[in-house]
């Protein structure tokens, strides 16, 4: 079992800067992930990649902008994001896989990112 507790959400201008950390707890993990999901839209995938490799995927929307990256020695995940606009605004949710898997099967409670113009 893995747990992953999201923080460092909050409101930031547009052009700003956020760092969301994801505590994770329980398993060692293969992969690991962020997603947001914005009022009224399903959860999309914002960035992704293996715990223990260095390759990295982003959505297009977000890539230039947005980083994922891991600490091994605290166990935790974060996500860079620079030069935020209003459309990435959302529930931004931390998540993992901890065997070589199609989909995510853990999933932390959201953190809010609010983008004003």
């Known amino acids: 079992q893995v747990q992953l507790a999201e923080s460092g959400g909050g409101l930031v201008q547009a052009g700003g800067s956020l760092r969301l950390s994801c505590a994770v707890s329980?398993?060692?993990?293969?992969?690991m992930g962020w997603f947001r999901q914005a009022p009224g839209k399903e959860r999309e995938f914002v960035a992704g990649?293996?715990?223990?490799?260095?390759?990295?995927n982003y959505a297009d929307s977000v890539s230039g902008r947005f980083t994922i990256s891991r600490d091994n020695a605290k166990n935790m995940v974060y996500l860079q994001m620079n030069n935020l606009r209003p459309e990435d605004t959302g529930v931004y949710y931390c998540?993992?896989?901890?065997?070589?898997?199609?989909?995510?099967?853990?999933w932390g409670r959201g953190t809010q990112v609010t983008v004003s113009s």
């Open positions: 990649g293996l715990w223990s490799g260095s390759v990295r």
């Open positions: 329980g398993r060692t993990l293969y992969a």
């Open positions: 998540a993992a896989k901890v065997v070589k898997s199609v989909n995510f099967t853990s």
